[in-house]
C-alpha cells in the first residue's frame, strides 16, 4: 500500500539537538522510514539537515545539506513529496534530495506499506552537533519546536484499496514524475554549494557505490 504525501511543515529549532520530522512504517522488520533530521550547532554555525532514507529495512542511505538560513529565526516550508517515481525532500521551493524508484536495478522503494508522520526533539550531543564537539547547554532547556500550517494529502489508511494504485492522484502526474528544469537547477545549486556528506561518494563505507548511486542526480 502506498500513499502519496505532500507536507508542509514549519518548524522552529532549539539549538544542541536533533529535530527530526519524518514518515515511518512504525515496523521494525521490513522498516520503511524518509527522514528530515535537524542537527543543531553552536550558536551561529549553520544548522545540518541530514536525510536518511530506510527501504525495506535498510538504512544507511545519509545526506548532509548546511542550510543557507537560520531555521531557528523563523518559520519555512519542509516538504516530502512521496510517489511511485521518486521520493523529493524540499526545503521552501529547493529540491535538497531526490530518491528515485531504482526497482529496475533491484534497489528496494518504499510502497508496500503505508507511513505514519512523526516528530522529536532527542538528545544527540554525543554525535550530531559538530561530531559531538558542541554540547547541550541544559540551563537553556525547555526545548521547543514550532509547526504551522502543516498539510498532508494522500491516500487514507484505511480507506479504498486502489487509491493507492490510481494513476489519476495529482502527485503521480507528469508534473510530479522528475524534477522541472528550475527545480533541477536549484537541485544543482544545492549539491554544488550547500552539500556536505552523501554516502554515495563516502568510499570507507561504501567502497563500492550502493546501485541508487549510480544512476547519477
Ligand atoms: C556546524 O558548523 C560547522 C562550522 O561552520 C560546519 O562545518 C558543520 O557542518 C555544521 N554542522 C554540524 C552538524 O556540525
Ligand atoms: C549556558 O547558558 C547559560 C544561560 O544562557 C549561560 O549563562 C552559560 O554561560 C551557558 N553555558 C555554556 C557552557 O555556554
Same mark, same amino acid.
Not at 64 to 76: E, I, M, S
Not at 90 to 100: A, E, F, G, M, Q
Not at 111 to 138: C, Y
Given at each position: 500500500?502506498?500513499?502519496?504525501?505532500?507536507?508542509?511543515?514549519?518548524?522552529?529549532?532549539?539549538?544542541?539537538?536533533?529535530?527530526?520530522?519524518?514518515? !515511518? #512504517?512504525?515496523?521494525?522488520?521490513?522498516?520503511?522510514?524518509?527522514?528530515?533530521?535537524?542537527?543543531? *550547532?553552536? @550558536?551561529?554555525?549553520?544548522?545540518?539537515?541530514?536525510? *536518511?532514507?530506510?527501504?525495506?529495512?535498510?538504512? !544507511?542511505? $545519509?545526506?548532509?545539506?548546511?542550510?543557507?538560513?537560520?531555521?531557528?529565526?523563523?518559520?519555512?516550508?519542509?516538504?516530502?513529496?512521496?510517489?511511485?517515481?521518486?521520493?523529493?525532500?524540499?526545503?521552501?521551493?529547493?529540491?535538497?534530495?531526490?530518491? +528515485? *524508484?531504482?526497482?529496475?536495478?533491484?534497489?528496494?522503494?518504499?510502497?508496500?506499506?503505508?507511513?505514519?508522520?512523526? #516528530? @522529536?526533539?532527542? $538528545?544527540? %550531543?554525543?554525535?550530531?552537533?559538530?561530531?559531538?564537539?558542541?554540547?547541550? !547547554?541544559?540551563? +537553556?532547556?525547555?526545548?521547543?519546536?514550532?509547526? +504551522?500550517?502543516? %498539510?498532508? $494529502?494522500? &491516500? #487514507?489508511?484505511?480507506?479504498?484499496?486502489? &487509491?493507492?494504485?490510481?494513476? @489519476?492522484?495529482?502527485?503521480?502526474?507528469?508534473? /510530479?514524475?522528475?524534477?522541472?528544469?528550475?527545480?533541477?537547477?536549484?537541485?544543482?545549486?544545492?549539491?554544488? !554549494?550547500?552539500?556536505? /556528506?552523501?554516502? &554515495?561518494?563516502? +568510499?570507507?563505507?561504501?567502497?563500492?557505490?550502493?546501485? $541508487? &548511486?549510480?544512476?547519477?542526480?
Amino acid at each position: 500500500m502506498i500513499f502519496g504525501f505532500l507536507g508542509f511543515l514549519g518548524i522552529n529549532i532549539c539549538f544542541g539537538l536533533v529535530f527530526v520530522w519524518q514518515m !515511518n #512504517s512504525n515496523t521494525d522488520a521490513v522498516r520503511d522510514e524518509v527522514d528530515f533530521e535537524f542537527l543543531g *550547532n553552536r @550558536t551561529g554555525q549553520p544548522y545540518t539537515v541530514q536525510t *536518511n532514507i530506510y527501504a525495506h529495512g535498510k538504512g !544507511n542511505r $545519509e545526506q548532509r545539506v548546511n542550510l543557507w538560513f537560520d531555521p531557528a529565526a523563523d518559520f519555512h516550508t519542509y516538504t516530502i513529496l512521496w510517489n511511485h517515481h521518486h521520493i523529493v525532500f524540499y526545503v521552501d521551493d529547493v529540491p535538497i534530495r531526490v530518491y +528515485k *524508484n531504482n526497482e529496475a536495478r533491484g534497489v528496494p522503494y518504499p510502497k508496500l506499506q503505508p507511513m505514519g508522520v512523526f #516528530s @522529536t526533539l532527542w $538528545e544527540a %550531543d554525543d554525535w550530531a552537533t559538530r561530531g559531538g564537539l558542541e554540547k547541550i !547547554n541544559w540551563s +537553556k532547556a525547555p526545548f521547543f519546536s514550532y509547526y +504551522k500550517d502543516f %498539510d498532508i $494529502e494522500g &491516500c #487514507s489508511v484505511p480507506g479504498p484499496a486502489n &487509491c493507492a494504485s490510481s494513476a @489519476t492522484n495529482w502527485w503521480e502526474g507528469t508534473a /510530479y514524475q522528475a524534477l522541472n528544469a528550475l527545480e533541477y537547477r536549484r537541485y544543482r545549486w544545492v549539491r554544488i !554549494n550547500h552539500m556536505i /556528506y552523501d554516502y &554515495c561518494t563516502d +568510499k570507507s563505507r561504501y567502497p563500492v557505490a550502493p546501485p $541508487e &548511486c549510480l544512476a547519477g542526480f
